[in-house]
Nanobody, 124 residues
Framework: QVQLVESGGGLVQAGGSLRLSCAAS????????MGWFRQAPGKEREFVAA????????NYADSVKGRFTISRDNAKNTVYLQMNSLKPEDTAVYYC?????????????????WGQGTQVTVSS
């Protein structure tokens, strides 16, 4: 079993920054892809960013490119999402997810484990 625990969400003004963390436990992550997704009220869950643990391949949604950065600390089994220049439309619950493969995917259906989510609210 895999456990994912997100932290770092909160309320921030437009233009501000937040860093989300996702601590993983339960299995080694040498061949996992880690992803961040978000879901706003009344909307479907959407891809934000993903990173493979081997090769550091990354992928970003067009809406966050240049503003968000995904990174990881393998020794701590933790993945981060640095969010800069936040906009009100970034407001959502942000979820961390793990995929049992090295190939980065952007569909939520391709991820096997999920965290409980952390709320990010950006005020205008």
């Amino acid at each position: 079993q895999v456990q994912l625990v997100e932290s770092g969400g909160g309320l921030v003004q437009a233009g501000g920054s937040l860093r989300l963390s996702c601590a993983a436990s339960g299995r080694t992550f040498s061949s996992y892809t880690m992803g961040w997704f978000r879901q706003a009220p009344g909307k479907e869950r959407e891809f934000v960013a993903a990173m493979s643990w081997i090769g550091s391949t990354t992928n970003y949604a067009d809406s966050v490119k240049g503003r968000f950065t995904i990174s990881r600390d393998n020794a701590k089994n933790t993945v981060y999402l640095q969010m800069n220049s936040l906009k009100p439309e970034d407001t959502a619950v942000y979820y961390c997810a793990a995929r049992f493969a090295t190939i980065v995917r952007i569909s939520p259906n391709d991820y096997h484990y999920w965290g409980q989510g952390t709320q990010v609210t950006v005020s205008s």
